[in-house]
């Protein structure tokens, strides 16, 4: 599993709260990710990172942020949540030398 | 940037059978074509991956081709088993740089005993 660890598994939040998403990998990968999963939809990139306080924005980018400020940790955090971020979130890591993608266990989150 | 499409977005075989999904992609910088399988209520997984460099890979029943020119790749799934129905997704990256990961809509590949 590549040491990558997601928490919670399993939240449920109200609208208009903020929710942070932790991805925490132990073998010092360079590069992280968040995506999110929906049916119909595949995986879509939310945030990615790829080193210490470098991080740039994926297709799904509104109404997230993402904070790295250390290599094993790479944080997710919905301002203001709300119903359409309901949503499996996968956090994966990729080798640096071969670009081989690993997912942790995913976090279903419930906006209500 | 990159963009991955994948079709079909579902597919039914007989057990035995072979199966195909196949995607294209967009950006020509892309090198890296990873394949993987998720079953259901679990993370997805890599199952088998080829580079630009090469132009099929094979692993027992598994194998991917890979057309840069035409900017597709595909994998081929042969003498099907109960145990292949997943959804699977294709993916474009690019070694270094940014090595942003872009995966396709998924195939859910049902495989009927």
Redesign the interface.
């Known amino acids: 599993d590549a040491g990558i660890t997601q928490s919670p598994r399993h939240k449920v939040t109200e609208t208009g709260t903020p929710v942070t998403l932790r991805c925490h990998q132990t073998e010092n990968h360079r ?1 992280m ?1 968040w ?1 999110r999963q929906d049916p ?6 939310i945030h ?1 990172s ?1 080193g210490v306080k470098d991080t ?1 924005k ?2 799904v980018s509104d109404g997230y942020s993402v904070s790295r400020s250390k290599t094993e940790d790479f944080l997710l955090t919905l301002e203001s949540a709300t119903s359409s971020q309901t949503s499996v979130y ?1 956090c ?1 890591i ?1 080798l ?1 030398q ?9 976090t279903r989150l419930t906006v209500v | ?1 990159e963009n991955v499409e ?1 079709h079909p ?1 579902t597919l039914s075989v007989q057990e035995g059978d072979s199966a195909v999904i196949k995607c294209t992609y967009s950006d020509s910088a892309s090198n ?1 074509f ?1 394949w993987y399988k998720q079953e259901l209520g679990k ?4 199952i088998i ?1 080829i580079r630009s460099n090469v132009g099929e890979k094979k692993d027992q029943r598994i194998a991917v081709t890979l057309n840069k020119t035409a900017k597709h790749f595909s994998l081929h799934i042969t003498e099907t088993q109960p145990e292949d129905s997943a959804v699977y ?1 294709c ?1 474009a ?14 195939t859910k590949l049902q495989v009927i005993p």
Not at chain 1, 40 to 45: N, S
Request: no cysteine; net charge negative; glycine share 18%.
């Open positions: 590069y990710y995506y119909g939809h595949g995986l879509r990139l990615y790829y740039d994926g297709e996968f994966a990729s640096e071969t670009a081989e993608a690993f997912f942790g266990q995913g | 940037g994948q977005s890296y990873p993370r997805p997984q890599l991956d997704f993916a990256s690019s070694l270094g740089g940014y090595q942003k990961v872009t995966f396709g809509i998924g």
